[in-house]
């Protein structure tokens, strides 16, 4: 689901390649091998049902920072190398969501179910994790951000992530917790009337953009990377994230064609 976004926020800057695609997988995955670590070693020092709310905060305050600091974020990776600014960017994007997330699992499953045998009990929270990233990927690919944006998808992934453990603080009556839920929710809820930052959309006009890193070159349309080129960026006088940009209305002027 955030891997749907966060591929339209990495291509602009570093590309869509198997560097970006690989620093992001690599980051992904030691997050949550790291969160699934912790969540274990914490659910068995804590109630697993008070551990639900925190790291809920946890991660719907990350999405909600990163969600008004990726643009400049963006920049520093695009000053970097290519690895560099891949490995910098996924982990501004990733650790702490993903690491909070993975932690989550551990203190669900030990929280079982006296009704059910813990086979099944542990089946069911997988099983119930996997439709719901499926769900999220379609809901963010064909909902969030076509209508939403970057910024404002992260920050209704927060506001879900909040308001959904906002109950069960509330039923437990955590009352601290219950008000930083409701905080990051009224924070996240702020942030979404204010206005975004300019970030790539598809339009029905197609923007050409050259983007030079320190080690490529990128041509976009509509901020989507098309191509990769090898040869540095230098030889095009371009310093390392500057770019060139061609305001060419394609569909308009193929339509003056036409008439």
């Not at 979404?192 to 959309?201: D, F, G, I, V, Y």
């Amino acid at each position: 689901m955030r891997g749907t976004i966060i591929k339209a926020v990495l291509a602009p800057a570093l590309g869509s390649g198997p560097v970006a695609w690989s620093a992001l997988l690599a980051v992904a995955l030691g997050a949550l091998a790291a969160g699934n670590l912790l969540g274990g070693w914490l659910a068995e020092r804590c109630v697993p049902s008070r551990l639900v709310p925190w790291l809920s905060i946890v991660a719907a305050t990350g999405l909600v920072a990163f969600s008004r600091t990726y643009v400049p974020v963006m920049h520093w990776a695009a000053s970097l190398s290519l690895v560099q600014g891949a490995v910098v960017a996924a982990m501004c994007s990733q650790v702490l969501p993903v690491g909070a997330l993975g932690a989550l699992t551990p203190s669900l499953l030990a929280r079982g179910n006296a009704a059910c045998p813990s086979g099944r009990w542990a089946g069911a929270i997988l099983a119930a994790g996997s439709v719901g990233g499926i769900a999220g990927a379609l809901a963010v690919a064909l909902v969030l951000l076509p209508h939403c944006g970057i910024a404002r998808s992260y920050l209704l992934l927060s506001m879900a992530l909040a308001g959904s453990a906002l109950p069960l603080a509330t039923a437990r009556r955590q009352l601290l917790t219950a008000l930083l839920l409701a905080a990051v929710l009224g924070s996240a809820a702020w942030c979404a009337q204010a206005r975004p930052p300019s970030e790539p959309l598809q339009s029905q006009f197609s923007e050409l953009e050259i983007v030079a890193n320190r080690e490529t070159k990128l041509l976009l349309i509509d901020g989507l990377p098309q191509t990769g080129l090898p040869a540095p960026a230098t030889r095009a006088g371009l310093r390392p994230g500057e770019g060139l940009r061609y305001g060419y209305l394609l569909e308009a002027a193929l339509l003056t064609a036409r008439r």
